[in-house]
């Protein structure tokens, strides 16, 4: 049984790639696997197993969102909103700067760092230096609000303003992935369109309406993904800047996951609410997918 | 085309089962060996979350254990940060290793016992009449269903720092603190300084995710002749009287009329006292550490907590030390730990631990020690242990959360007061409903 070296080649690809697959499997895939059998569990932590329940958990859940000041209820639409806020906010934002970034040629590496640098930033310290930002009394936002004669805020003790505050940290903190696939995204497109559309006589709106936006479609698309998967699974900021307070108001499904699973050791319900957030993730991705994809040909 | 095939499946068993061998478990660490004298040494295993002053003291207790006993060998475990404490202590349960004895917040030990994690200590070593008079009222925590589970070294009351240098020039004498309610409020209101709508100095925060929930369930509603919970704490008392919601107003009133402080001005509840911003302050004996490392210049004093209606009353908590079922299922061990958790339990320890932690001894005879009592700083606390009640917690953080929900439902959103206790309460009760129905 002889091997052509071509053989002996993809072989060894092979094996040197399934060490990575082992790992995936061992340490990614099989646990995510065992979560969905948990979810049907009641599992005891200190035993590592559990009498199956059936649906028990899920039927706890269906219960739970209909109490009054439930949890899990905010945690599920304040989590849809984190993601109506933060996607479009962040994708319009990032465009922007990035056309901006595209133009300017003096000092344009230290631009792109500069918006680059709070992605880089560990995300507990970037809690830590917003949360004394916003403090109510002593913070800097609230003293420029007085210089200028405006009513001081809450912020992040306020119910309605909570929410909003902490989904500007998470735009502000991620926009700089953004710009960078975007500029990637517009270097792609070739010069010669433009060019072309300026003998036609196109004004810049009707450039960036006709070309540069149905050409970035892909990058669009890998962003909205991307991010909104990112929103739907919001936990450091909110667990580093309110625990999910005031009243629950920014408090998310993953902290709900978080919460039940290690501080209450409900590891059944947790693992049920993350089965719950997984198929809420794959669905939104595939109608993502199906809604916002089409191919753009010139 | 198969021969390939078949190579590469050959390599990856190869692989996997390379991997798998290094997986292993290594093997138990603890097991009895014999010494070249022909006794049996028997080693134990003791597990603790890291800190410092903890880790000294007990390190002292084991060579001391050691000594006196020298056919037991007790290895000490205290790298685990305390986020992780928990989590480790329950992966290590199916792994077949962990601890023979393990410390644990009394406040966990419900979930414990329930999980069929730590067992009973027998009642002919540990009688409980004994216990009962000996320790400190509030180790009645670690009792279950009438059996004793647990017992501490040390144990921590709160007490009410408060801030000399912001008394005097609030025109207060620094050496008369309050001693009652009424005072306290009086007190707090003078000491706080505005400057238009701004604190310069706040009198008394009352903020719930920190000590204060446990202010009101210990300490107020006892005050306002309501105890918390049902002697068989299946009943959630806190508004089972006018004197609870008078408790809960009470709690309130700080911050809503007498405008003494805000909740959550502070990322932790001890910033504005150690800054020197906050005259009076609820706390644990555990925080003179952290004033003396972070603040060593701060002028202050400890008193006990304020009574009410001639009523004393304090918060205590406690760091507790169970034996495992891994150690039940070895006779050998379980003797030894058995031996070795009387021994960190005694009144000798206890004066140890106090040297060394800060924190009193769970013993009223070493917590009665005159010297103790007189201590400027540790006194205060000392004299909360005769008084002192620890709260049953079937889930500590569901608990404290039904508070803050309810305090900022009125606070922030400004809703009925009585409304929201009912909240609280029903929210409590259904925790309770929930573990015990599972325990039937």
């Given at each position: 049984?002889?091997?052509?070296?071509?053989?002996?080649?993809?072989?060894?690809?092979?094996?040197?790639?399934?060490?990575?697959?082992?790992?995936?499997?061992?340490?990614?895939?099989?646990?995510?696997?065992?979560?969905?059998?948990?979810?049907?569990?009641?599992?005891?932590?200190?035993?590592?197993?559990?009498?199956?329940?059936?649906?028990?958990?899920?039927?706890r859940i269906w219960e739970d969102l209909f109490r009054p000041r439930s949890a899990v209820r905010a945690a599920?639409s304040?989590?849809?909103?984190?993601?109506?806020?933060?996607?479009?906010?962040?994708?319009?934002?990032?465009?922007?700067?990035?056309?901006?970034?595209?133009?300017?040629?003096?000092?344009?590496?230290?631009?792109?760092?500069?918006?680059?640098?709070?992605?880089?930033?560990?995300?507990?310290?970037?809690?830590?230096?917003?949360?004394?930002?916003?403090?109510?009394?002593?913070?800097?936002?609230?003293?420029?609000?007085?210089?200028?004669?405006?009513?001081?805020?809450q912020?992040?003790r306020d119910t309605s303003?909570a929410?909003?505050?902490?989904?500007?940290?998470?735009?502000?903190?991620?926009?700089?992935?953004?710009?960078?696939?975007?500029?990637?995204?517009?270097?792609?497109?070739?010069?010669?369109?433009?060019?072309?559309?300026?003998?036609?006589?196109?004004?810049?709106?009707?450039?960036?309406?006709?070309?540069?936006?149905?050409?970035?479609?892909?990058?669009?698309?890998?962003?909205?993904?991307?991010?909104?998967?990112?929103?739907?699974?919001?936990?450091?900021?909110?667990?580093?800047?309110t625990q999910g307070g005031p009243l629950n108001s920014t408090t998310?499904?993953?902290l709900e996951?978080?919460n039940e699973?290690?501080s209450s050791y409900n590891?059944?319900y947790?693992?049920?609410?993350?089965?719950?957030?997984?198929?809420?993730?794959?669905?939104?991705?595939?109608?993502?997918?199906?809604?916002?994809?089409?191919?753009?040909?010139? | 085309?198969?021969?390939?095939?078949?190579?590469?499946?050959?390599?990856?068993?190869?692989?996997?089962?390379?991997?798998?061998?290094?997986?292993?478990?290594?093997?138990?660490?603890?097991?009895?060996?014999?010494?070249?004298?022909?006794?049996?040494?028997?080693?134990?295993?003791?597990?603790?979350?890291?800190?410092?002053?903890?880790?000294?003291?007990?390190?002292?207790?084991?060579?001391?254990?050691?000594?006196?006993?020298?056919?037991?060998?007790?290895?000490?475990?205290?790298?685990?940060?305390?986020?992780?404490?928990?989590?480790?202590?329950?992966?290590?349960?199916?792994?077949?290793?962990?601890?023979?004895?393990?410390?644990?917040f009394y406040g966990w030990q419900p979930a414990?016992v329930d999980?069929?994690?730590?067992?009973?200590?027998?009642?002919?070593?540990?009688?409980?009449?004994?216990?009962?008079?000996?320790?400190?009222p509030m180790v009645k925590a670690s009792f279950f269903e009438?059996?004793?589970?647990?017992?501490?070294?040390?144990?921590r009351t709160l007490a009410l720092?408060?801030?000399?240098?912001?008394?005097?020039?609030?025109?207060?004498?620094?050496?008369?603190?309050p001693r009652t309610l009424d005072e306290l409020k009086e007190?707090a209101v003078?000491?706080?300084?505005?400057?238009?709508?701004?604190?310069?100095?706040y009198g008394f925060i009352v903020n719930p995710p920190g000590q204060a929930h446990h202010w009101f369930r210990e300490v107020l509603l006892r005050q306002f002749g309501q105890q918390p919970y049902s002697d068989d704490y299946r009943k959630v008392l806190w508004n089972a009287s006018e004197g609870g919601y008078q408790a809960w107003e009470t709690f309130l009133s700080f911050e809503r009329e007498l405008g003494t402080g805000v909740a959550g001005v502070?990322?932790?509840d001890?910033?504005?006292?150690?800054?020197?911003?906050?005259?009076f302050h609820l706390d644990g004996?555990?925080?003179?550490?952290?004033?003396?490392?972070?603040?060593?210049?701060?002028?202050?004093?400890?008193?006990e907590l304020p009574e009410h209606n001639g009523i004393k009353s304090t918060f205590g908590s406690y760091?507790?030390?169970?034996?495992?079922?891994?150690?039940?299922?070895?006779?050998?061990?379980?003797?030894?730990?058995?031996?070795?958790?009387?021994?960190?339990?005694?009144?000798?320890?206890?004066?140890?631990?106090?040297?060394?932690?800060?924190?009193?001894?769970?013993?009223?005879?070493?917590?009665?020690?005159?010297?103790?009592?007189?201590?400027?700083?540790?006194?205060?606390?000392?004299?909360g242990?005769p008084y002192a009640h620890s709260t049953f917690f079937v889930d500590e953080s569901k608990d404290r959360q039904a508070i803050i929900d309810a305090y900022d439902a009125v606070v922030l959103n400004n809703a009925d007061p009585r409304q929201e206790l009912d909240i609280a309460v029903e929210t409590v009760q259904a925790l309770l409903d929930n573990f015990w129905s599972s325990r039937q």
């Amino acid at each position: 049984m002889k091997l052509t070296l071509r053989q002996r080649q993809i072989l060894w690809a092979y094996i040197f790639l399934s060490v990575s697959l082992l790992f995936f499997i061992t340490i990614r895939w099989w646990p995510t696997l065992l979560a969905f059998d948990i979810s049907f569990r009641n599992w005891n932590v200190f035993q590592g197993s559990g009498p199956w329940i059936g649906l028990a958990n899920y039927e706890r859940i269906w219960e739970d969102l209909f109490r009054p000041r439930s949890a899990v209820r905010a945690a599920f639409s304040n989590t849809l909103r984190y993601v109506l806020f933060g996607v479009p906010i962040q994708l319009t934002l990032a465009l922007c700067f990035a056309l901006l970034l595209a133009r300017i040629r003096v000092l344009a590496g230290f631009f792109r760092a500069a918006y680059f640098i709070p992605f880089v930033t560990s995300l507990v310290a970037v809690a830590f230096v917003w949360n004394w930002l916003y403090a109510p009394q002593m913070g800097l936002i609230n003293q420029l609000l007085k210089l200028i004669g405006w009513p001081t805020q809450q912020f992040l003790r306020d119910t309605s303003l909570a929410l909003p505050s902490i989904t500007a940290v998470a735009i502000w903190r991620s926009i700089g992935f953004a710009i960078v696939i975007f500029l990637a995204g517009l270097q792609q497109i070739p010069d010669i369109f433009y060019e072309a559309a300026q003998i036609d006589g196109a004004n810049r709106w009707q450039m960036f309406w006709r070309i540069t936006l149905p050409l970035l479609n892909p990058v669009i698309v890998y962003l909205a993904v991307l991010q909104t998967i990112d929103f739907l699974r919001m936990f450091d900021l909110v667990q580093n800047m309110t625990q999910g307070g005031p009243l629950n108001s920014t408090t998310t499904v993953v902290l709900e996951v978080y919460n039940e699973g290690f501080s209450s050791y409900n590891m059944g319900y947790a693992a049920a609410l993350t089965v719950i957030l997984f198929l809420v993730i794959l669905l939104i991705t595939v109608i993502q997918l199906r809604v916002l994809s089409r191919r753009v040909e010139y | 085309m198969q021969a390939h095939f078949r190579h590469f499946i050959l390599s990856l068993v190869l692989l996997i089962s390379l991997l798998a061998a290094s997986c292993a478990p290594v093997g138990t660490l603890t097991q009895t060996s014999t010494e070249a004298s022909g006794e049996e040494v028997v080693t134990i295993e003791y597990w603790q979350y890291n800190f410092g002053v903890r880790v000294t003291a007990m390190n002292e207790l084991i060579a001391q254990f050691e000594a006196e006993n020298p056919n037991i060998k007790v290895i000490h475990n205290s790298d685990i940060p305390y986020d992780d404490y928990r989590n480790k202590i329950a992966a290590s349960v199916p792994a077949g290793v962990g601890p023979d004895i393990a410390t644990l917040f009394y406040g966990w030990q419900p979930a414990w016992v329930d999980a069929g994690y730590i067992v009973p200590l027998p009642e002919d070593e540990f009688p409980h009449e004994q216990v009962l008079a000996e320790f400190s009222p509030m180790v009645k925590a670690s009792f279950f269903e009438g059996k004793l589970f647990s017992l501490p070294t040390a144990v921590r009351t709160l007490a009410l720092f408060y801030n000399k240098d912001l008394m005097a020039s609030a025109g207060l004498d620094p050496e008369k603190p309050p001693r009652t309610l009424d005072e306290l409020k009086e007190q707090a209101v003078q000491c706080t300084v505005k400057e238009g709508d701004q604190f310069k100095v706040y009198g008394f925060i009352v903020n719930p995710p920190g000590q204060a929930h446990h202010w009101f369930r210990e300490v107020l509603l006892r005050q306002f002749g309501q105890q918390p919970y049902s002697d068989d704490y299946r009943k959630v008392l806190w508004n089972a009287s006018e004197g609870g919601y008078q408790a809960w107003e009470t709690f309130l009133s700080f911050e809503r009329e007498l405008g003494t402080g805000v909740a959550g001005v502070y990322q932790n509840d001890q910033d504005g006292f150690l800054a020197g911003e906050v005259c009076f302050h609820l706390d644990g004996s555990f925080r003179l550490g952290n004033i003396a490392t972070n603040a060593p210049d701060l002028n202050f004093g400890v008193v006990e907590l304020p009574e009410h209606n001639g009523i004393k009353s304090t918060f205590g908590s406690y760091w507790t030390h169970g034996i495992t079922t891994k150690a039940a299922a070895d006779p050998a061990r379980y003797a030894a730990a058995i031996k070795f958790l009387k021994f960190i339990t005694t009144p000798a320890a206890g004066k140890l631990w106090v040297g060394i932690t800060g924190e009193l001894p769970a013993q009223l005879e070493a917590a009665s020690d005159p010297e103790l009592l007189a201590d400027e700083k540790l006194g205060a606390f000392a004299a909360g242990l005769p008084y002192a009640h620890s709260t049953f917690f079937v889930d500590e953080s569901k608990d404290r959360q039904a508070i803050i929900d309810a305090y900022d439902a009125v606070v922030l959103n400004n809703a009925d007061p009585r409304q929201e206790l009912d909240i609280a309460v029903e929210t409590v009760q259904a925790l309770l409903d929930n573990f015990w129905s599972s325990r039937q």
